[in-house]
């Protein structure tokens, strides 16, 4: 039992040390979540966002690009299968990054929303409040 643990620890351990793309793939991931994090505080446009993010994190995209390739061609692979697997281990990345975008500016605009319902509802109480008040201070006071 123990052997199989042990086993099993020194496989992921060889996996983890022949995985030649980790340390670009995670550079691309933390530069992708910083223009998505400074994006969602700016409360950019979609449109901004959507014109800017492809140019974004383009020195850590080649260098993951350029990972998965030598990876891929180091397996055997062809140029162009690795060149197409590089395509969408990108693509599969930034999507999953823009994601995260769509669903904060989603959250976003639901709460402005929100809160313009929130101030439509709050003027008519106001104004019938300021009526009532106004009723209340022409009419003569009751005689005893």
């Known amino acids: 039992m123990i052997s199989s643990v042990l086993a099993l620890v020194a496989a992921a351990a060889a996996a983890q040390a022949s995985d030649t793309t980790r340390e670009?793939?995670?550079?691309?991931?933390r530069c992708l979540?910083?223009?998505?994090?400074?994006?969602?505080e700016?409360?950019?446009?979609?449109a901004d966002f959507t014109a800017e993010y492809p140019r974004a994190c383009a020195a850590e995209e080649a260098a993951f690009r350029g990972a998965i390739i030598r990876r891929d061609t180091a397996a055997r692979f062809s140029r162009a299968d690795a060149e197409e697997s590089?395509?969408?281990?990108?693509e599969d990345s930034r999507f999953n990054f823009s994601e995260r975008f769509e669903m904060a500016a989603d959250a976003y605009e639901?709460?402005?929303?929100?809160?313009?319902?929130?101030?439509q509802a709050a003027q008519?109480?106001?104004?019938?409040?300021?009526?009532q008040s106004a009723e209340q201070q022409q009419q003569p006071p009751p005689s005893h």
């Open 86 to 90: 590089a395509g969408l281990e990108v």
């Open 24 to 29: 670009s793939r995670e550079a691309f991931a």
């Open 124 to 131: 008519p109480a106001a104004a019938t409040e300021a009526t």
């Open 42 to 46: 700016a409360q950019k446009s979609r």
């Open 110 to 119: 639901a709460a402005v929303q929100q809160a313009a319902a929130e101030q």
């Open 33 to 40: 979540q910083g223009f998505v994090d400074s994006s969602i």
